[in-house]
């Protein structure tokens, strides 16, 4: 059955993979996200020149094969900024999902189309990818579940990289149930024991919310906090979340030129306002600045890791603000997304687990709260948020 696509989320509604008729997933209906292979078609990655100079994929990536084999019927693709390199979910070439909890403002990105078709009911879940926030944001955006896990716990094959040393495969759900259960079918390795008594508020994440939102949101984190056996509040990044926000940036832009730079340089793509000028700036990372990077990362994961433990969780924003408004100047964004970053910028550094839940609202327009738990501890975080929500 195709999906009637009434929020501008698919890319492609046509392209059906049934799943077996057993399963912990079956009978229910999942999207991928424009940048998940499926055999014979085109990955077009949010861009049309992408899209004119690959060849059709030869297998279906790993993910989507699991998913259909749980019992899952996937039922298209949807959008995504361009090249996946985007937190905003608007694109020249193929417009924007409607969110449909706030329809006058951005679903958020990479992950649209994923967001939006899950929000609006079009799915019952969807895949999407998560290097910089890419899943967590856009679930934010429009008010429902979404897992950003740990880096290396879901297969890559047959997904378009972007940064490899952040990218992740994250889903979005209705409901933490259906979110744990697409967990227990994609996530992949031995996870870490853990049980989590512990919460830690991060204090410097709160400081960057919008004033508007600092009453919901701190009111949504007390109550999260409360279930749990010891408080603290204290800041979570040493060096602070501007170096951290920075050094991220250069760590992915660096990557990004690596996968893409050749292809750039060679196509000329058209790129839309802001995508074009982060994808130049990318082209003028040096190997220097990608070394002090890495060698800052690699203080702040260690001492981040040995804080949290495998009985702590970070109590955070998912995000700084409600979802902006469509057509907001790019300037603007621009400015709003590296407030965003310093938030998402905790779980990408240090490869940690973060699920996001539909906590809180302003005006009747949602923001997710977040928890994040240390690497390995993803089945233990998909259990306490379903417990939370009991």
């Known amino acids: 059955m195709v999906v009637k696509d009434t929020l501008q989320a698919f890319f492609n509604t046509e392209i059906t993979l049934p799943g077996l008729e057993r399963g912990p997933l079956a009978g229910l209906r999942f999207a991928a996200k424009e940048a998940f292979a499926v055999r014979g078609q085109i990955t077009g990655a949010g861009n049309p020149d992408w899209l004119g100079t690959h060849a059709p994929a030869v297998r279906t990536a790993t993910v989507i094969d699991r998913l259909c084999q749980a019992g899952a019927t996937m039922t298209g693709k949807t959008h995504t900024d361009e090249l996946m390199y985007g937190l905003n979910g608007e694109n020249v070439h193929y417009g924007t999902p409607i969110n449909p909890r706030a329809p006058g403002r951005i679903p958020g990105g990479s992950s649209s189309g994923s967001a939006a078709a899950v929000a609006g009911g079009l799915v019952d879940f969807a895949i999407g990818t998560d290097t910089g926030g890419s899943v967590r944001i856009p679930a934010s955006y429009c008010g429902i579940y979404g897992f950003r896990p740990s880096h290396g716990r879901t297969d890559l094959d047959g997904v378009i990289p972007l940064a490899q040393s952040f990218d992740t495969v994250g889903w979005f759900a209705r409901s933490p149930e259906l979110l744990r259960t697409v967990g227990q ?138 979802a902006p408004v469509r057509n907001t100047p790019t300037a603007v964004l621009n400015a709003f997304r590296d407030r965003v970053l310093r938030l998402t910028a905790i779980s990408g550094l240090t490869g940690s687990p973060q699920v996001t839940i539909p906590l809180a609202e302003w005006e009747g327009i949602p923001v997710g709260v977040s928890l994040v738990g240390a690497p390995g501890t993803d089945e233990a975080l998909l259990d306490t948020a379903a417990a939370l929500a009991r």
């Not at 602070?240 to 893409?260: K, P, T, V």
């Not at 060679?266 to 070394?291: H, K, M, N």
């Open 185 to 322: 079918v994609v996530l992949r390795g031995r996870p870490t024991a853990s049980r989590f008594t512990r919460a830690v508020i991060a204090s410097d994440a709160v400081d960057l919310l919008e004033e508007y939102l600092r009453r919901p949101v701190e009111h949504a984190i007390r109550r999260l906090a409360a279930r749990f056996a010891v408080v603290q509040e204290h800041p979570v990044a040493s060096g602070g979340l501007d170096a951290w926000m920075e050094s991220f940036r250069i760590l992915q832009g660096y990557e990004i030129w690596q996968n893409f730079g050749e292809w750039i340089t060679a196509v000329q793509p058209r790129f839309g306002p802001g995508v074009r000028e982060r994808f130049q700036w990318t082209g003028t990372i040096s190997p220097e600045d990608r070394l002090r990077a890495f060698r800052l990362q690699q203080g702040w994961t260690a001492e981040f890791r040995e804080r949290l433990a495998s009985d702590t969780v970070v109590i955070m924003p998912t995000a700084p603000g409600v």
